[in-house]
């Protein structure tokens, strides 16, 4: 299986997709759950934590699965 990144926009991240906030320096990676009332929803990997945050017109790392 081979990784691959692409800059993307917030809204356009379907749910379950795996993004980064950070672009540039070591990607911390989030799982997407939706967007709510004006907030992005979306959750740690490994603990399941839910976050909000307003951050909805941003530019993530979108991070893709090719088989």
């Known amino acids: 299986m081979k990784i691959k990144r692409k800059l993307t926009k917030i809204t356009e991240l379907e749910e379950g997709d795996l993004f980064s906030f950070r672009t540039l320096m070591r990607p911390i ?6 967007i709510k ?9 490994r603990s ?3 976050h909000s945050s307003t951050f909805v017109d941003s530019i993530v790392l979108k991070r ?3 088989k």
Do not use: S
């Open 29 to 34: 990676w989030w799982r997407f759950i939706e």
């Open 37 to 45: 009332e004006g907030e992005i929803i979306y959750e740690e990997i």
């Open 48 to 50: 399941k934590y839910r």
């Open 64 to 66: 893709i699965l090719i």
